[in-house]
């Protein structure tokens, strides 16, 4: 059964191996062509054996072999020693996504990509239009991977590995990094592209809820906006959320314990908070000490509400970029008119939606049913909201 599932996999996988092309800048030098990604001194290895060290640096890679009859091996050859300056193949099990690496030692970067936009384009002239759009080949200064499993593509991807794609349609969304390949018409991105729905997250999904010409806001009440919350001073927003909904029993100021990071509690705003339109900022909760951390939440009065939900959005797409998913441990930012409230309190947030505070959303594809407050933010790709799933709010 197990091999049956590897062989299945593997050959789903290759048969899909994408690619990210096109869209390339309007002002680049189409003529200039980059040399990768190792430009920096990243995913280098001249053995198999440094390959995959540096592989398992990011995924499971167990069991190394080079042998040409090992089960493991895709049933249909993506490519052979020989070719595309290919000198050594060979395959591990990525236990922890239960699938298989593949490895490709080459010898000329070059002659690898060219030999794989031809594969590519010769199956897009034999009917299969698709091949490539959604590619698992990834390329660092001498060697190349295809993993079986969209999982741990997106763990590589992570890394100086890049994507490499060949097809014209394909093209890589905003918020990833992009390189002319080495050859004409091909791509290397960080963006992993799947239609499993475990791929990088496409942050350019619209999202604007005025979007699509209706006249109102998805999940808007019908008796419109119910406003924000303000406060004048920190002292004024602990007021409002203290003590029913944020205890601030444990109430600091002082720049040490802001200062302060715990594994349980991440806050939205990192280092200087000036430098993220936030003019004070205080911790509620105990940071630790002789004990562990515990019921740890930000208050913030906001001089620049743009500037925080700009810097929050690329916060939390950074976040979603690792598997899609935020962070447990993450807080949520949640804004009024010129404050906010960090958390990661389920209980904390559904209190402070009480309040009319709203949650600064700005997932791919996220929607609310009606009834719930679902309202444009102050930037593009985000909604204020409150609206989690799984998490009733009461009067819903």
């Known amino acids: 059964m197990h091999l049956k599932r590897t062989i299945a996999a593997t050959a789903a996988a290759l048969a899909s191996l994408s690619l990210i092309t096109a869209c390339e800048d309007a002002d680049a030098d189409p003529t200039t062509a980059v040399t990768g990604p190792t430009a920096d001194g990243g995913a280098d290895a001249d053995t198999l054996e440094k390959a995959q060290v540096y592989v398992q ?27 595309w300056s290919v000198t050594e193949r060979g395959v591990c099990s990525d236990r922890v996504e239960h699938g298989e690496i593949i490895f490709y030692m080459f010898s000329d970067m070059k002659a690898f990509q060219e030999g794989y936009k031809q594969r590519v384009l010769a199956k897009i002239a034999s009917g299969d239009s698709d091949y490539g759009l959604f590619s698992r080949v990834l390329v660092g200064k001498n060697f190349a991977v295809t993993p079986t499993e969209t999982k741990t593509a997106l763990k590589l991807s992570r890394s100086d590995l890049r994507v490499l794609t060949c097809n014209p349609t394909a093209r890589v969304p905003e918020g990833y990094k992009r390189e002319k390949g080495l050859v004409e018409g091909c791509v290397l991105s960080d963006f992993v592209a799947s239609d499993d729905g475990e791929g990088s997250p496409n942050f350019e999904t ?7 010409g209706r006249p109102e806001k998805p999940g808007q009440p019908t008796a419109g906006s119910l406003g924000l919350p303000r406060a004048g001073s920190l002292a004024e ?21 802001l200062a302060v990071e715990s594994i349980d509690y991440q806050p939205v705003i990192t280092g200087d908070h000036g430098t993220w339109g936030v003019e004070e900022r205080a911790i509620c909760g105990e940071p630790g000490g002789a004990q562990r951390a515990h019921d740890l939440n930000w208050l913030d009065t906001v001089s620049d509400m743009e500037l925080l939900q700009a810097r929050a959005k690329a916060a939390q797409q950074e976040d979603l ?4 998913r935020l962070k447990a441990t993450a807080s949520r930012l949640l804004v009024g008119e010129n404050i906010a409230v960090e958390t990661n309190d389920p209980s904390v947030r559904n209190g402070l939606y009480q309040l009319q505070f709203l949650y600064l959303n700005c997932e791919p594809g996220f929607s609310a049913p009606a009834g719930y407050r679902l309202e444009k933010a102050s930037v593009e790709g985000c909604v204020l909201t409150n609206y989690e799933p799984g998490v009733e709010v009461g009067g819903h």
């Not at 990011?58 to 050859?77: F, I, K, Q, V």
């Not at 003590?243 to 720049?255: I, K």
């Not at 970029?321 to 899609?324: A, P």
């Open 206 to 212: 619209p999202q604007d809820p005025a979007a699509g």
């Open 237 to 257: 927003l602990k007021g409002l959320v203290h003590p029913h909904t944020v205890d601030c029993t444990g109430y600091s100021t002082d720049p040490a314990t």
């Open 321 to 324: 970029k690792d598997d899609n």
């Open 57 to 83: 640096r990011s995924a499971s890679c167990e069991r190394m072999s080079t042998d040409p009859t090992d089960s493991r091996l895709p049933l249909t050859e993506f490519t052979a020693v020989g070719t």
